[in-house]
């Protein structure tokens, strides 16, 4: 499944490039890919572990940027 999510508080490009390594570290995410500019979470993952891998890209960005957050 590939789904885009917004993301609020995402300071800068390089904050978002750590971010995109880590999310592509979970298991199960195929593809994931984020836009600074455009404030975007683009990821391709197994649908049947939406939750999981939410919950795990979530701590991710937060372990780069506390206040940074996936919106769903």
């Given at each position: 499944m590939k789904k885009v999510f917004r993301m609020e508080n995402l300071d800068c490009a390089n904050c978002a490039a750590k971010m995109e390594d880590a999310i592509n570290k979970i298991d199960g995410v195929?593809?994931?890919?984020?836009?600074?500019?455009?404030?975007?979470?683009?990821?391709?993952?197994?649908?049947?572990?939406?939750?999981?891998?939410?919950?795990?890209?979530?701590?991710?960005?937060?372990?780069v940027d506390e206040d940074c957050c996936i919106l769903r």
């Open positions: 195929e593809k994931a890919t984020i836009s600074f500019m455009t404030q975007r979470l683009t990821m391709e993952f197994d649908e049947t572990r939406l939750e999981e891998i939410l919950e795990k890209a979530q701590k991710a960005c937060q372990k």
